[in-house]
C-alpha cells in the first residue's frame, strides 16, 4: 500500500500569491479526485507533489520518504501528466516514447521495447505509433500524456485536469484508461468537472482559494446534504431576489427556464420541490459557504 501524507502545506509564490494554503491531505490507493475552480490551486498543489517546486512551508512524505529533502525519491515513482505539455518534437509517438522511456531509466532495451508497445496499445495508440504527436487531436494527445505517464510503473499518478476540452467519447476513454490503472497505486485527478470525482473517485477534496474546503468520500459528503436540497422554476429577474430570502446554491438554464437550487432544512416556500442532491450540489454549497 502507497501512503501519500501532505501535511501543513503551503506555497507563497514570489509576486505574493499564496495558492496554497494549510494543505494537509492522507492518500492511499486508488483514485483521489482533487476538485476546484479555475485559479483554486490545483496544478499549484500537484506541482508541488510531484517537486517540480518547492513549497513555502509544510511536509509531503511518500512512502516514509522526505520528498521535500529527498525529492529523487517522488522523481523515480511518480507518472505525470501536467496540465501543459508544451511543445511536442518532431518525431512520431513511438520514438518519442522511447525516449522519455530513456529519461525514466528503463535503460535495458529488450524491457524498453516491450514497454513502449504494451502503452501504446493500452492507450488505443498502437496504429498511430509513426505519427508525431503534435499532429494528434486533443484527445489522442491526453491518452499519449498517459503513456508516458505510466512508463517505468509509477506508484503516484499524477494528471492534472486531462479531460478538460475532450468531447464527451474521448473523455470517456480516458476516464475508463485511468481506472483501469486500477487499485494498486495512487493516482490523484484534479478536475474542475463534477462528474469526474463523481463517477470515478473513491476519494477527494474540493479547493478552493488555495484551501481544502471539504474532503472524504463522494458518496458520504452527499450525504451530509441529503434532504436539505430544493429546487424551483422561477422567473430571471426574480433570482436577485431569491438570492436574498435564501440560500441558493446555484442556478442554471433547463428547456430555457430558470432553474435555481437552494439548501434548507425544511421547504423554503410554496413551489420548491425536494430533489436528490449530488455532487454537483454539494459542490456549490461547499463553495458558497466559505
Ligand atoms: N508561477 C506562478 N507565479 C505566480 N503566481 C502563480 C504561479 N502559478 C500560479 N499562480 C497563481 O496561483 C493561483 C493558483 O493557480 P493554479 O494554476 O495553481 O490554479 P488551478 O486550480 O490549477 O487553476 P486552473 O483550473 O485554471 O488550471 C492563481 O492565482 C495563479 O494566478
Ligand atoms: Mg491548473
New binding site residues.
Partial sequence: MNTLQITNLTKT???G?K?INDVSLSITNGMFGLL???????????RTIASLQEPSSGKIVFNDQDIISKPQYMRENLGYLP?EFGVYPKVSAEKLLHHMAVLKGITDKKTRKNQVEALLQQTNLFEHRKKAVYTFSGGMRQRFGIAQALLANPQLIIV??PTAGLDPEERNRFLNLLSEIGENVIVIL?T?IVEDVSDLCKNMAI?SK?KIIAKGNPSELVRTIENKVWSKIIQKEHIDAYKKSFNVISSKLVSGETQIRVLSDSRPEEGFQQITSNLEDLYFATVASH
Fill in positions: 509564490y514570489p509576486n500569491v495558492a476546484g475552480a479555475n485559479g483554486a490551486g490545483k496544478s499549484s498543489l500537484m496540465q492534472d485536469e484534479s474542475h479547493l488555495g
